[in-house]
T-cell receptor, first 110, second 114 residues
Framework: SQQGEEDPQALSIQEGENATMNCSYKTSINNLQWYRQNSGRGLVHLILIRSNEREKHSGRLRVTLDTSKKSSSLLITASRAADTASYFC??????????FGKGITLSVRP | GAGVSQSPSNKVTEKGKDVELRCDPISGHTALYWYRQSLGQGLEFLIYFQGNSAPDKSGLPSDRFSAERTGGSVSTLTIQRTQQEDSAVYLCASSRLQGYTEAFFGQGTRLTVV
């Protein structure tokens, strides 16, 4: 079963605007991770938030986690054209595989 | 090595042939994952290894697919009697601790079955 489900499926914004992407998951987790993929090849890890954390920052990225709602959000502030990519959330935990959602396609218009 | 290495990067094979895809994880990473991604789609889980054992093989699409890992390092994904629907990018990732730490991905093997 799909553990992570992102929404929206696609997002198009103007350069300089903020982009917010959401992820929901189904079972208990130890952590929630966000990844980025360019050109349909390898994924790059962006940020990991543990189940006992509520918010985490890394540069222009801010991720939140609400374990009561089984949801997470990724905010990219002051977006750039180079942020155009697909973004995936993945849930991790004890004795569980790292399970990915279907991804969000972000387009940032110059 | 410095990163996860997958070979070959591209493979074109005829329907019915067997193929082997190789993954060299980052040294010291105990967990290794295989995923499949069709064009424009998400990542489909295939199998993961903790050391040399595979606790979860539930994602393997059929008995034509098998995987092994030796010495807690290199892994090989084998597809027998390939079909056109097997065409996809096969991604391998490794992590220091399964489920608890970030995963590092290889660049994938693009398999085309003609």
């Amino acid at each position: 079963s799909q553990q992570g489900e992102e929404d929206p499926q696609a997002l198009s914004i103007q350069e300089g605007e903020n982009a917010t992407m959401n992820c929901s998951y189904k079972t208990s987790i130890n952590n929630l991770q966000w990844y980025r993929q360019n050109s349909g090849r390898g994924l790059v890890h962006l940020i990991l938030i543990r189940s006992n954390e509520r918010e985490k920052h890394s540069g222009r990225l801010r991720v939140t986690l609400d374990t009561s709602k089984k949801s997470s959000s990724l905010l990219i502030t002051a977006s750039r054209a180079a942020d155009t990519a697909s973004y995936f959330c993945a849930s991790g935990g004890a004795n569980s595989k790292l399970t990915f959602g279907k991804g969000i396609t972000l387009s940032v218009r110059p | 090595g410095a990163g996860v290495s997958q070979s070959p990067s591209n493979k074109v094979t005829e329907k019915g042939k067997d193929v082997e895809l190789r993954c060299d994880p980052i040294s010291g990473h105990t967990a290794l994952y295989w995923y499949r991604q069709s064009l424009g789609q998400g990542l489909e889980f295939l199998i993961y290894f903790q050391g040399n054992s595979a606790p979860d093989k539930s994602g393997l699409p059929s008995d034509r697919f098998s995987a092994e890992r030796t010495g807690g390092s290199v892994s090989t994904l084998t597809i027998q009697r390939t079909q056109q629907e097997d065409s996809a990018v096969y991604l391998c990732a490794s992590s220091r601790l399964q489920g608890y730490t970030e995963a590092f991905f290889g660049q994938g093997t693009r398999l085309t079955v003609v």
